[in-house]
């Protein structure tokens, strides 16, 4: 497992953001603003406060409170959506063509998936200098996973690493317009608008990266698999009861995809798999009551106390 | 044929004007118009299908066409056809 969720906002959006926004200081902007489905927005946001810059976000409403009070934290403005993420990114976009601000994931995109690709420079440098034979990514416009794939393609042709690595994809079966086509054998992508899943960071109905994806997942000999709200429950709960990692929905697809890849089949029993988390369960706190018991409420007694333990049989 | 603004993203504009009014009467003729000004990127406007490729995307006020009637989808006077390359999350 790469755990990705120790960085200054506790998903591997930082490392887009910061690259991003170094480079709207080089160019000079005004200001900096992402489109966002939740983390990004606080990443951004983080990032700009250092550079000094203000900072835009345009988010669907339907984003977790959380990650929004993280993002205003930093003093980012925040412009709400009454609709689909690829809604608040077609007016984030008009707004990067009519003002001089980077929007990282728009005018200064090229620079965002830079910061991305570092993520497959980490894995193969804390292998000791080797790549894994697999590596099963979370996918929402598809970035990310094109983004390791250029990471690994840079350290082969720097002689740092050999052999192939599979780069396989995972979405929540909600919003899963990348896996549908992998699916049935299209190479283009149905946008889809109906969008319901828990992994609110994953809901991008018009990936603009699903071609490339389903072309690198289909050159690397990879695969793409959804899986359900239940599914993903059930890795977020497993991450933190058999690893310790809290990890939210959006970055526990890969566990969920990873046990669903085994069933069906579709790994070798004696690959070296690495599933990336890409975000902290601390951003959605609210989906563990989904499947922890209550805390226990008692009286400060030890009487109260013995009682609980014999309800629970530990006594 | 009705009048219609059309927006283009820098890309496109190339150095022209990024907000125009040209004659369309469906997203197909604005996909015409489209092509004339770039031949050179034909084949990403438009899938070998003749469907609107989704590396750009037509909002017509607002909305994604892809989601109306895509490439026959109807314009009429006024409407806004803002043109919005396909983008990355998130
Ligand atoms: C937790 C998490 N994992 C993975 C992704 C990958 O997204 P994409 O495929 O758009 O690069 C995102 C994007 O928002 C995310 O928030």
Redesign the interface.
Known sequence: MKEDITNPTHSFKDRAASVAISKALEFKLNAVGC??????AAATAAHASRAGLPCYIFAPVGVEREKLSHALSYGARIVLVEGT???A??I???FA?EHNVGIV??NI?PY??EGSKTLAFEICEQLGWRSPDHIIIPM????LLNAIDKGLNELKTLGLIDGDVRISGVQPEGCSPIVSAYREGRE??K?V?DINTIAV??A?G??????YALRTIHRTRGTAVSVTDQEILGAVRDLARLEGLFIEPGGAVTIAGLRKMVEERLIEKDEEIVCLLTGSGLKTPHIIQHYVPQPFIIKPSIGELKKMLEVEKLA | MPKVKL?L??ILACSGD?VREIEASTIRDVVEYLCSLRPDIKSRII?HDGEI???L?F?VN?V?A??IKGVETELKDGDEV?V???????
């Open positions: 489109a966002s489905t939740g983390n990004l993420y690829d809604e990114n077609w984030a976009s008009r063509e994931n728009v995109r965002y998936v929402a416009s598809g970035a283009y992508i946008p608008r960071s994953l991008i018009n990936p603009g990266d699903g071609v | 927006v993203p820098s990024k899938s490729n989704t590396f995307n909002y607002g994604n892809y989601f803002s919005i390359p396909a983008l990355g999350g998130g």
